[in-house]
């Protein structure tokens, strides 16, 4: 008797559990298949503790060679021509940091290349495939690390070199 | 009072002796420029502003001078802020205020507001203010800072663009929308920065874009209805271009058949550039008008084999239709973005002996050109600050002697290339004093290492091909006042910025002073004839606005700029641009290194007074 009411308790917070967890995963799920390819944050009220859902994450995080590629994609897709040369500014805002807009973690980065901003940043999801844009986010996040491909040089002025 | 009112009735006798004086002396080579009390041999083509400010460079022929002249090299050393007011924008404030019948109409940088002040009342209280509410998204194809170069009145309206490429009427007693017209598409890139010039029934304007692959053009459109009556595109075969048989371009090298299409690889011209988002004059005695275009596009030169006609050409047409009269294409094959949209200044002026008509245009790409606005004719072309891009122009074949160690190609870094692609000046107009003869530049010097790169069209984002980074021109200056001698084609004299370039507009006033500002903010007075600092004041934020002048409703005089430190070479100050990538905002940071220390951003309308 005491097992069987043990049994029913273990199962009632199984099935507690399975539907909590549906609160979380099913809004995720939902907006990903309608929407853009990549990163959805649940809509509506999610009650307690359980509003701690997991971030995507880069799959080419640390990933050397992705970082190259992303380099290489942030000059074929102009990003180049609104974010600066080594995407410190211009047109559109500087990457590199410590300002995030729109955050800056990958999930984020990765969210405002895909769906766009308003202020003018395209949304990108239907152009560049997911597979190239966490490239890009992987690039973005080196900016200012020893990672960074093709850093920028700061050199001294040529001209005012060239007085000494 | 009554003194006062005499000394006024004795300058101007002493004016006029003076100036009939002068004429009658007159021999050669514009021998009376810059001589106090003489005044040179030069015949203004359009009415002077009467206290009053309704066109956006005071006067139909771009000369930004007034005969006012209550503040003078004497008192202006006591003049004293007497109004100012946040627009709350804190970006690139250029372009200046219009003042019509007492009131004064301040245009801000996206969202394009539109701000009526009475001039009639101490403090200059609001009357009104218009929000045209353009699309946030055309800040992102905003190439160099979200601005508006000002408006133009006429007909009992104010008329200027929004960044979203609607040109707006607004009813300048009642702040009322009266019409409003799209002439562009933020979706291929396309913006409206520049002021629209109305001449009679006519409002032209031009548009923007050149860095997105945009196809440049001007369009005219009916003030009254504001529906579009010709359209002229930089590019394109000749019908697209409005080149008919009365153009008449002076050089075999621009006369031809459908130049803006067979001089470009296939289609190229559809992606050309040649955009004109600069200055637009107007002579009513040739009944012309003259603007010039763009860069064309992609930047990288590779990738457009050709003349890429009607890039960096100056234009004059008829205002009515569209017309073109004649064309003179400044830099042919583009390798350095050197738009030439700066203002071209329509004076006649003793010309070797001879009155001619000219039109003056300091370019961009470093030199001075003056030419015959009838015709076309490049009558000189002189350097103002460091240019190695070319030796020299050639009169006889209107053609630069280019270097070809300064011209880049894919893949091959042309390394200190003077000026940079910001110029050896940029839009920010001059002024010409008919008083002195003399033009007042607002120069730059900047070099730049510059290499070509492959460039791939996506419509709406940039369409460059280009990694360029800019640094400090030889001499340990960036920026210069530089007064001209037209009639001699030389300097004068200069005054000199260590850390940042002159981005300002200048003016210059019948008292003999000439007024711009720094981009550190300090608002200066010269001495037209010396330039001797007579007064200066430090404002809020970099200057990269216009001066204006005009005369109250309590009769007295008056000066008003904008502060509000912006535009390509300013952004640098916002900190949206970090100054750690030497590569950013196409490659200004790398001249920009002291900016944000030296100012900051901000938006403020000042007026001075006495």
Known sequence: MIRRIHMEIALLATCALLLCSGCTQQPVQAAAEGGLPGVKIPVGPIPGPQMEFKMPTNPYEENSVAMEEGRRLFVWYNCYGCHGGHAGGGMGPSLRGPVWIYGGDPAHVFASIAEGRGKGMPSWGTKIPQDQIWKLVAYIETLGTPQEPDAPHVAPDPQVKEKK | MTERI????????????????????????GGNTNVPGQLPSIHLVSPEPDGQWTLPAGDYANTRYSPLNQINTQNVKNLKMVGSMSTGIARGHEGQPLVVNGTMYVITPFPNNLIALDLSKPGFPMKWKYEPHPDPRSQGVACCDVVNRGASYAD???VY?????????????????????????????????????????????????????VRGKVVGLDLKTGKEIWRAYSTGPDKDVLIGPDFKPFYPKDQGKDLGVTTWPPDGWKLGGGTVWGWISY???????????GNPGVWNPDMRPGDNKWGITIFARKPET??????????????????????????DMDWHGKMRKLLIHPGRSGFVFVLDRETGELLSAEKFQPVNWAKAYDLKTGMPEVDPAKVTHTGVIAREVCPSSTGGKEFVPSALSPRTGLLYIPAHNTCMDHEGIDANYIAGTPYLGSSTTMYPGPGGYQGELVAWDVANAKQVWGVKDPDLPVYSGVLATGGDVVFYGTMEGWFRALDAHTGAILWQMKLGSGIVGDPITFKGPDGQQYVAVYS?????????????ISLADPYAALGITGAMKKIKQLTAPGGTLYVFGL
């Open chain 2, 283 to 293: 002579d009513p005695e040739t009944d012309l008008i003259f603007y010039g275009t």
């Open chain 2, 322 to 347: 569209g017309e073109a009269k004649w064309a003179f294409q400044v830099v042919p094959h583009d390798a350095w973005d050197y738009d030439e949209i700066m203002e071209n200044i329509a004076v």
């Open chain 2, 156 to 158: 009992g309206k104010i």
């Open chain 2, 564 to 576: 509000g430190v912006g535009g390509w070479m300013g952004a640098a100050a916002q900190p949206s």
């Open chain 2, 6 to 29: 005499e000394g006024v009735v004795l300058t101007l006798i002493c004016t006029l002796v003076l100036a009939s004086y002068g004429r009658a002396q007159k021999i050669n080579g």
């Open chain 2, 161 to 213: 663009a929004t960044l979203d490429n609607h040109i707006v009427a607004v009813d300048a007693n009642t702040g009322k929308e009266v019409w409003r017209t799209l002439v562009g598409d933020i979706h291929i890139g396309e913006t409206t920065t520049g002021a629209p010039l109305i001449v009679r029934n006519i409002v032209i304007t031009g548009d923007a874009g050149g860095e997105l692959g």
